[in-house]
């Protein structure tokens, strides 16, 4: 139990201001995850003309970092947990230092690759610890909020500018300098983290031993959950191995769960995700991880494909998703002060499912349409984003807040490729032809828009049933002092 439980007369920062050095910090390592992705596929042409890339290796350039970062999270975060979450944020700002310079010296697509993986690994060990670290430095749920709020719009801004800025960096530098760029970032970060935020207590970390068997099984059932939709997309229905990938995600997920009900010290106490925080949390991070990944995919293809836009118009067209979540910012506090943060993630909830119903019906009639589904989703999705972290970090024991950070992470990640696999498999089941075409027909245009359709409304419904699943009207206060009394 940390200082601050134990005698409640000692409070925490009463604003952000007090505590600026460690929320630049913060920001900064967030925008660095948003970048990255943003900045690489920018200069992927680039990158395949100079090291003459096949499609497929350009492709393993992102997703090997999507896997590698998404399938190692649960066990980095248990490790933070253990260790001490500041000092694994140091280590994988360490780490992603050495990788970012490193790429000055790749010469073929397997050594960027790896650097990659590299990359992976050190977000990884940042990703879980950004939201620990933030929410320790506060006691006040408003305030922990506001900051989550602050460090996830600086990312967000960073998405937008980020392709704008990587296609102008491309005219005048090599396509490396797009990587290197992380590590004058990473330095800062580390800086401000070291010195503006206090090493973890021993009260706060605890000392079971890591559940090796099970972070294994863990691992290995997150890399063929997020392989399985992309094998989907890109074999189709009739292909045996997608079929395969997702059984052994299912074998391993149940053997997991056997792991974790009888290990003496399981990786992830199972009773800890059933506490209606953290379960509720969760419930609406899949839900909206499942909605606007689906859109995001679906809506590209529409737009340049189906509608003739050039991509830098298609681009300014997906400009409502990330606009609106900045400009929301701001009023997520009045939000959550109003409704608290269980009500503030149902309502937000509400919004992408609604949003992603307006699109699939309503999106063939117009951008108007898509551009209110687009605005729908992403004011609901910026709520989700914070209210739901904030849910699940206060319904658990201090010396869990990693691995908390960690589920929701993955949650996100795992139904990301889901929503992202259901899109692209409909579209290639009703879709006859060749989907990257210049030009449609009339009747390719109209098989694409039923596909959306279906899809859409089918995610709706499994996005639904996940929020109506989530546990109502959780006691913060009580989970809050139960996960006190843990420690």
Same mark, same amino acid.
């Given at each position: 139990?940390?200082?601050?439980?134990?005698? !409640?007369?000692?409070?925490?920062?009463?604003?952000?201001?007090?505590?600026?050095?460690?929320?630049?910090?913060?920001?900064?390592?967030?925008?660095?995850?948003?970048?990255?992705?943003?900045?690489?596929?920018?200069?992927?042409? /680039?990158?395949?003309?100079?090291?003459?890339?096949?499609?497929?290796?350009?492709?393993?350039?992102?997703?090997?970092?999507?896997?590698?970062?998404?399938?190692?999270?649960?066990?980095?975060?248990?490790?933070?947990?253990?260790?001490?979450?500041?000092?694994?944020?140091?280590?994988?700002?360490?780490?992603? /230092?050495?990788?970012?310079?490193?790429?000055?010296?790749?010469?073929?697509?397997?050594?960027?690759?790896?650097?990659?993986?590299?990359?992976?690994?050190?977000?990884?060990? +940042?990703?879980?610890?950004?939201?620990?670290?933030?929410?320790?430095?506060?006691?006040?749920?408003?305030?922990?909020?506001?900051?989550?709020?602050?460090?996830?719009?600086?990312?967000?801004? %960073?998405?937008?500018?980020?392709?704008?800025?990587?296609?102008?960096?491309?005219?005048?530098?090599?396509?490396?300098?797009?990587?290197?760029?992380?590590?004058?970032?990473?330095?800062?970060?580390?800086?401000?983290?070291?010195? %503006?935020?206090?090493?973890?207590?021993?009260?706060?970390?605890?000392?079971?031993?890591?559940?090796?068997?099970?972070?294994?099984?863990?691992?290995?059932?997150?890399?063929?959950?997020?392989?399985? !939709?992309?094998?989907?997309?890109?074999?189709?229905?009739?292909?045996?191995? !997608?079929?395969?990938? +997702?059984?052994?995600?299912?074998?391993?997920?149940?053997?997991?769960?056997?792991?974790?009900?009888?290990?003496?010290?399981?990786?992830?106490?199972?009773?800890?995700?059933?506490?209606?925080?953290?379960?509720? %949390?969760?419930?609406?991070?899949?839900?909206? %991880?499942?909605?606007?990944?689906?859109?995001?995919?679906?809506?590209?293809?529409?737009?340049?494909?189906?509608?003739?836009?050039?991509?830098?118009?298609?681009?300014?067209?997906?400009?409502?998703?990330?606009?609106?979540?900045?400009?929301?910012?701001?009023?997520?506090?009045?939000?959550?002060?109003?409704?608290?943060?269980?009500?503030?993630?149902?309502?937000?909830?509400?919004?992408?499912?609604?949003?992603?119903?307006?699109?699939?019906?309503?999106?063939?009639?117009?951008?108007?349409?898509?551009?209110?589904?687009?605005?729908?989703?992403?004011?609901?999705?910026?709520?989700?984003?914070?209210?739901?972290?904030?849910?699940?970090?206060?319904?658990?024991?201090?010396?869990?807040?990693?691995?908390?950070?960690?589920?929701?992470? +993955?949650?996100?990640?795992?139904?990301?490729?889901?929503?992202?696999?259901?899109?692209?498999?409909?579209?290639?089941?009703?879709?006859?032809?060749?989907? /990257?075409?210049?030009?449609?027909?009339?009747?390719?245009?109209?098989?694409?828009?039923?596909?959306?359709?279906?899809?859409?409304?089918?995610?709706?419904?499994?996005?639904?049933?996940?929020?109506?699943?989530? !546990?109502?009207?959780?006691?913060?206060?009580?989970?809050?002092?139960?996960?006190?009394?843990?420690?």
């Amino acid at each position: 139990m940390s200082e601050r439980t134990m005698n !409640p007369s000692i409070r925490g920062p009463r604003s952000l201001r007090a505590v600026w050095p460690a929320l630049v910090g913060l920001s900064a390592v967030f925008l660095v995850e948003m970048l990255d992705n943003t900045l690489l596929n920018v200069a992927l042409p /680039t990158i395949g003309r100079d090291l003459h890339a096949s499609s497929t290796a350009l492709q393993w350039v992102t997703g090997a970092y999507a896997v590698v970062f998404g399938s190692l999270m649960l066990f980095l975060g248990a490790i933070a947990d253990r260790f001490g979450r500041r000092r694994v944020m140091l280590i994988g700002l360490m780490l992603l /230092t050495l990788a970012s310079l490193g790429t000055v010296f790749v010469q073929t697509p397997v050594e960027l690759i790896a650097v990659r993986v590299l990359m992976a690994i050190a977000a990884a060990m +940042t990703a879980p610890g950004s939201m620990a670290l933030s929410f320790r430095l506060f006691d006040d749920d408003a305030l922990r909020a506001r900051a989550i709020a602050v460090i996830t719009t600086v990312g967000l801004l %960073g998405v937008v500018v980020g392709p704008t800025v990587g296609g102008l960096l491309l005219a005048v530098v090599p396509w490396q300098a797009l990587l290197v760029i992380n590590a004058p970032i990473a330095v800062l970060s580390a800086f401000t983290i070291r010195f %503006g935020i206090a090493a973890d207590t021993p009260t706060e970390l605890h000392r079971d031993p890591i559940d090796l068997a099970g972070a294994l099984l863990g691992t290995l059932t997150i890399v063929l959950a997020l392989v399985s !939709p992309t094998v989907f997309v890109q074999q189709g229905l009739t292909s045996g191995l !997608p079929w395969a990938c +997702t059984a052994g995600a299912l074998t391993l997920c149940a053997c997991f769960v056997m792991r974790e009900r009888t290990a003496r010290h399981p990786l992830i106490d199972l009773g800890l995700i059933t506490r209606p925080l953290v379960a509720s %949390g969760l419930a609406y991070q899949g839900a909206t %991880g499942l909605a606007t990944a689906s859109v995001s995919y679906t809506v590209t293809l529409q737009l340049q494909l189906a509608w003739g836009w050039s991509p830098a118009l298609a681009a300014v067209g997906m400009f409502p998703l990330v606009l609106t979540m900045i400009a929301i910012g701001p009023f997520v506090e009045r939000i959550v002060n109003r409704l608290g943060t269980s009500r503030s993630s149902s309502l937000g909830a509400t919004a992408v499912i609604s949003g992603l119903v307006a699109y699939g019906l309503l999106g063939r009639f117009g951008y108007a349409w898509i551009a209110l589904a687009l605005v729908l989703i992403s004011a609901g999705m910026r709520v989700v984003m914070i209210t739901a972290a904030v849910n699940i970090m206060s319904g658990l024991p201090q010396d869990r807040t990693s691995i908390g950070a960690a589920l929701s992470d +993955t949650a996100q990640e795992v139904s990301n490729a889901i929503g992202i696999a259901v899109a692209g498999t409909v579209v290639a089941v009703l879709f006859a032809g060749n989907l /990257t075409d210049v030009a449609w027909t009339a009747g390719q245009i109209t098989q694409f828009e039923n596909a959306v359709t279906i899809a859409s409304v089918c995610l709706a419904a499994v996005a639904a049933l996940l929020v109506l699943a989530a !546990p109502r009207r959780p006691r913060a206060a009580d989970e809050i002092a139960a996960a006190a009394a843990e420690v």
